[in-house]
């Protein structure tokens, strides 16, 4: 009878990530000049609310017709060499992936999300010391309103930390704060 494998316990995620996945205009998600384009940005934070420089962000979300297909080409390889040719500068893919800066700080550049209800960003943060990425959303506080059963079910403090932040020229602001007072809301799929 062959021997029964146990599963192996979750390890941290890194930081070996942050030299392994980022790839140049990761988070270049609009099309370079686009009228619409908004930029989400902000902290990523730790339980003492320090800045976290080495953690990774992934952004899907839905195009402004409220499509989810995307588009291909996030890492476009040259066929000849096999280099990395970057986005194709005009299609928008719904996808980013950004490394937090020396400050804890990222930057995404995309278009307004269409989904129905409120728009909203979803996001997925990879840092040193977790043991399982987590997921949350970026919901935009200008947005169009409307039910939201994620919204709706928490209360108001709690539901803050879901909201983007509405500033200057077209962006939102959008700190993510991984535990301890103010911890952002993250959500378990199962």
């Known amino acids: 009878m062959p021997e029964q494998l146990l599963p192996t316990p979750s390890h941290t995620v890194g930081p070996f990530y942050g030299y392994a996945l980022p790839f140049p205009e990761g988070g270049q998600v609009a099309p370079k000049g686009h009228p619409d384009q908004i930029t989400l940005h902000g902290h990523v934070l730790d339980g003492e609310g320090d800045p976290i420089p080495d953690a990774l962000l992934e952004f899907w979300q839905a195009a402004p017709d409220g499509s989810l297909k995307g588009a291909p080409g996030s890492m476009r390889r040259d066929p000849v060499t096999g ?9 928008f893919t719904g ?9 804890g700080h990222y930057a995404l550049h ?7 209800g409120p728009p909203y960003i979803s996001v997925c943060v990879f840092a040193r010391g977790l043991l399982h990425h987590l997921y949350t959303r970026a919901y935009l506080a200008d947005g169009p309103q409307g039910a ?6 928490l209360p108001p403090e709690r539901r803050a930390t879901l909201v983007a932040q509405p500033g200057e020229r077209r962006t939102y602001r959008f700190d993510i704060r991984l535990q301890g007072e103010g911890e952002t809301v993250f959500l378990e799929f199962q």
């Open 83 to 91: 280099g990395y040719l970057g986005r194709n500068g005009t299609d």
């Open 110 to 116: 995309t278009l307004p999300p269409g989904n129905a």
């Open 95 to 103: 996808f980013g992936r950004v490394a937090t800066d020396a400050d």
């Open 148 to 153: 939201d059963p994620l919204l709706d079910s």
